[in-house]
């Protein structure tokens, strides 16, 4: 009986552990199916002033998750001046935002978040002078500067990168082969992974897992540009870009540097995924927030971009102030 006991007990377990497999993976594919066209028609139809101000919202949202999980580390968050600097930044470059010249709009916001990254610190603790608590100042104004650094700025460059000429293209380009990257680690990983990657952060990342997201990306970055003049021309057939935001009139670039920039993407996408990892294992929690079902928080969904997006910035920008 107790043998019979043991095997019944392991028997439930595994099922259990089956089920709430399944159930997990059920809430991640119905959350992309509603987010995932939301996401495309904001990127590709959106009036830039627009997107910024989803952006804004979506950074705003990371950020209050960010400064949740440094309370973890004993840290005091500076949160209402750190939401309203956000806040003013993305305002101010939604206004801006509807110059659509390429050079100027990339030096105008070249110059502005500069200024901005400058000045956060100096703004974060002189508020902070007025705290009882002194001791607590400054890694409060270090926690806020970093937050508006690590997320806000990554963000706002996915913005302005939609001012470039075939600007819609490029984010449409970025975001593909970030998730097509992260769909096959995680589906490859789970299921021929061995070979762990970084086991103290991230326990379930695997070199296989790894290999498999460059691979995968690099198929979608590839047939992206191979294909892009069709593609550009069916979206532009159902409205969903308009000319200048396609791939059409420039000359098609060659594949090599294609291929070379979309591992350097996937490569940025998944050192993103293991920076957010090593801030939650050091806060010792799983999930960065519960704001979208079987994905976790805000800042989870948005990890790999924070660091893949500055990437394709910098090259954007390189190409239009050359």
């Known amino acids: 009986m107790k043998a019979g006991g043991v095997v019944f007990k392991l028997l439930n377990y595994q099922i259990t552990k089956l089920l709430n497999s399944f159930s997990l993976l059920l809430k991640r594919i119905a959350t992309a199916v509603v987010l995932i066209p939301i996401v495309l028609a ?5 009036p830039v002033p627009v997107l910024a101000v989803v952006a804004g919202i979506v950074a705003l949202l990371a950020i ?11 840290v005091q968050p500076l949160r209402a001046p750190t939401y309203i600097f956000t806040a003013v930044f993305f305002l101010l470059l939604a206004i801006v935002a509807a110059d659509v010249t390429p050079l100027l709009a990339t030096g ?8 901005a ?6 703004f974060f603790l002189t508020i902070l002078m007025l705290r009882s608590e002194l001791s607590s100042g400054y890694p409060a104004a270090a926690a806020a500067t970093f937050a508006f650094a690590y997320i806000a ?4 460059m996915l913005v302005q990168l939609r001012q470039h000429a075939a600007g819609a293209f490029h984010v449409l380009y970025l975001l593909l082969v970030v998730w097509a990257g992260d769909i096959f680690a995680y589906f490859v990983g789970k299921s021929i992974g061995r070979h762990l990657m970084a086991p103290r952060i ?9 290999v498999a997201s460059v691979v995968a990306s690099v198929a979608v970055g590839w047939a992206l540009f191979h294909y892009a003049l069709p593609i550009s021309s069916a979206l532009l057939q159902v409205g969903l870009i ?4 396609g791939l059409f009139g420039l000359e098609q670039p060659a594949m090599g540097p294609v291929i070379v920039l979309t591992i350097v993407l996937n490569i940025a996408a998944q050192l993103g995924d293991l920076v957010e990892s090593l801030i939650k294992r050091g806060a010792n929690v799983k999930d960065s927030g519960a704001i979208l079902p079987g994905h ?10 924070l660091f893949a997006a500055p990437v394709l910035w910098y090259y954007a920008a390189w190409r239009v102030m050359q």
């Not at 991230?202 to 790894?210: I, M, Q």
């Not at 928080?297 to 948005?302: A, E, K, N, T, V």
């Open 64 to 74: 209050r998750e960010f400064l949740k999980l440094t309370e973890c580390y004993g």
């Open 108 to 115: 105008t916001f070249l110059v502005g978040m500069g200024f």
């Open 42 to 46: 904001l990127i590709l139809r959106a």
């Open 117 to 122: 990254a400058a000045f956060a610190p100096f």
């Open 202 to 210: 991230s326990p379930k990342k695997t070199w296989e897992g790894a």
């Open 242 to 245: 308009q000319r200048r935001d």
């Open 296 to 305: 976790g928080g805000m800042l989870d969904r948005i990890d790999a971009l």
């Open 153 to 156: 700025l990554p963000m706002a």
